[in-house]
C-alpha cells in the first residue's frame, strides 16, 4: 500500500471548516483513499473514501487531486466532538494480501476550538 | 443495523496467561479484521478472516492467532501473555472484497500484569 503523509496536528474554530491534507505521492491506480477518525480510545470510525472523484457524504468532503498524488479531507463546520485523530490511507482493491488490511499512519490531531 | 460488537471491553491477565476476545460482525458481513493499537506503535493489522478462512495476516508470532465461524463471529487468541501484549484490539468487519469499507468495533483493553 502506498505511504501517505499527513501533518502531526491542526486547530480549526469551532463552525468553520477544517480542511486535513495528505500526500500520497506513490498511490498506485487501484488503491483508494480512505478516511477514518478515532475520538480518543475508541475504535476508529469510517468517514469517506474516494478512487478519482470528489465525494460527498454526510460527514465530509474528499477532494482528490487530478493526479492523484495528494488529497484533502474537509469538514464543512467543524464542531468540538471532531476533535480526534484523523487517518489518510491508500488501500489496494486487488485482494490478496491486501484483504482486510488497513496500514495506518501516525494521522492528524484535529483540535477543535471553542 | 447493530454495529461491530466486541467482548469484553477490558480484560486482565498476568504474564503466561492466554486470552481469548470476541468479535461479533454487523449482519451480512462476512470479512473480519483484527488489529492490535499500542501507543508506541500504533494500529497495526493482525489478520483477516473470510468464510472461516484466514487469507491474510500481518507481522505478528504466532502466539496470536484466530478463527471465525459458520456465522462470520470471530474470536482471536493470545497465548503465553507478554506485558508488550497489553493494548486496545480492535476488530473490523466488511463485505470482504478489496479495498472493502471495513467497520470497527470498540476494542477491548487487554492488561497483562
Known amino acids: 500500500d502506498a505511504k501517505t503523509t499527513q501533518p502531526t496536528s491542526m486547530d480549526c474554530a469551532e463552525g468553520r471548516a477544517a480542511n486535513l491534507p495528505c500526500n500520497h505521492s506513490?498511490?498506485?491506480?487501484?488503491?483508494?483513499v480512505y478516511w477514518y477518525r478515532q475520538i480518543h480510545s475508541q475504535g476508529p470510525q469510517y468517514i469517506i473514501h474516494?478512487?478519482?472523484n470528489n465525494e460527498t457524504n454526510e460527514m465530509a468532503s474528499l477532494i482528490i487531486t487530478e493526479d492523484r498524488k495528494s488529497s484533502t479531507l474537509i469538514l464543512p463546520h467543524a464542531t468540538l466532538r471532531d476533535t480526534a485523530v484523523y487517518y489518510c490511507?491508500?488501500?489496494?482493491?486487488?485482494?490478496?494480501?491486501?484483504?482486510?488490511?488497513?496500514?495506518f499512519g501516525q494521522g492528524t490531531i484535529l483540535t477543535v476550538h471553542p | 443495523k447493530a454495529g461491530v460488537t466486541q467482548t469484553p471491553r477490558y480484560l486482565i491477565k498476568t504474564r503466561g496467561q492466554q486470552v481469548t476476545l470476541s468479535c461479533s460482525p454487523i449482519?451480512?458481513?462476512?470479512?473480519v479484521s483484527w488489529y492490535q493499537q499500542t501507543p508506541g506503535q500504533g494500529l497495526q493489522f493482525l489478520f483477516e478472516?473470510?468464510?472461516?478462512?484466514?487469507?491474510n495476516k500481518g507481522n505478528f508470532p504466532g502466539r496470536f492467532s484466530g478463527r471465525q465461524f459458520s456465522n462470520s463471529r470471530s474470536e482471536m487468541n493470545v497465548s503465553t501473555l507478554e506485558l508488550g501484549d497489553s493494548a486496545l484490539y480492535l476488530c473490523?468487519?466488511?463485505?470482504?472484497?478489496?479495498?472493502?469499507?471495513?467497520?470497527f468495533g470498540p476494542g477491548t483493553r487487554l492488561t497483562v500484569l
Open positions: 506513490t498511490i498506485s491506480g487501484n488503491e483508494y
Open positions: 474516494g478512487l478519482k
Open positions: 449482519s451480512g458481513h462476512r470479512s
Open positions: 478472516y473470510f468464510s472461516e478462512t484466514q487469507r
Open positions: 490511507i491508500a488501500a489496494s482493491q486487488a485482494g490478496g494480501t491486501s484483504y482486510g488490511k488497513l496500514t
Open positions: 473490523a468487519s466488511g463485505l470482504g472484497g478489496g479495498a472493502d469499507t471495513q467497520y
